[in-house]
């Protein structure tokens, strides 16, 4: 007998399930705003400029079928923009020199 595929029997499921990649980007993300708010805000923002480089990654990587949310335009353009904003907010939070 042949099970129905997943988004079938449970479709909540395997809603979260495609958008693991998106809750795992966000996730670092707060994390990053966490330290942000207890006055670490150099290495807060160096996490959310990381985590932006990994949705690229991820975003490059990723099936479409299983980025979910991540996948905004086409592929090229996702990753540029996020890797360039990533990138871009990690060596503007490196280069500001500390007190």
Do not use: C, K
Request: glycine fraction near 8%; avoid cysteine.
């Amino acid at each position: 007998m042949n099970r129905p595929p997943l988004y079938v029997r449970r479709p909540f499921l395997a809603g979260l399930v495609r958008q693991l990649p998106l809750l795992a980007v966000l996730v670092v993300v707060a994390a990053g705003l966490l330290l942000v708010t207890v006055e670490h805000w150099r290495w807060g923002l160096v996490v959310v400029g990381l985590a932006m480089v990994g949705a690229a990654l991820l975003r490059l990587l990723l099936p479409v079928r299983r980025v979910g949310f991540l996948a905004v335009r086409s592929r090229p353009v996702d990753v540029v923009l996020l890797a360039a904003t990533g990138v871009a907010l990690t060596a503007v939070a490196l280069a500001i020199p500390g007190t």
